[in-house]
């Protein structure tokens, strides 16, 4: 059983940056490929990043639109996941989800592919 609390949310300016975490609880964490997702306001719940498992965790994917702006790192002895968004843009404004899963098949899109989600932090871009 994983739990996930995000945090880091708010409201920032068009070209601004913010830097949202997700702390997870459980021993295996390292196991569990990480995902970031979010969903728009009447919009369906849309893949953002992924980081593959283990200790070295040396792959990331990415959404065409946000992939050179986004980054996502994992810090397994903190059991933390990160999600650092810069020249952000008003289409970014959403609730953002991380999630946790098995990773059977990389890269990890699909939500059915991850068993543990978080309650959401919103961003909010706007002037």
């Known amino acids: 059983q994983v739990q996930l609390v995000e945090s880091g949310g708010g409201l920032v300016q068009p070209g601004g940056s913010l830097r949202l975490s997700c702390a997870a609880s459980?021993?295996?964490?390292?196991?569990?490929?990480m995902g970031w997702f979010r969903q728009a306001p009447g919009k369906d719940r849309e893949f953002v990043a992924a980081?593959?498992?283990?200790?070295?965790?040396?792959?990331?994917y990415y959404a065409d639109s946000v992939r050179g702006r986004f980054t996502i790192s994992r810090d397994n002895a903190k059991t933390t996941v990160y999600l650092q968004m810069n020249s952000l843009k008003p289409e970014d404004t959403a609730v953002y989800y991380c999630?946790?899963?098995?990773?059977?098949?990389?890269?990890?899109?699909?939500?059915?592919?991850?068993?543990?989600w978080g309650q959401g932090t919103q961003v909010s871009v706007s002037s």
């Open positions: 459980g021993r295996t964490f390292s196991r569990y490929v």
């Open positions: 999630a946790a899963g098995q990773g059977t098949t990389w890269p990890n899109t699909g939500e059915y592919e991850y068993d543990y």
């Open positions: 980081i593959s498992w283990g200790w070295r965790a040396d792959r990331t």
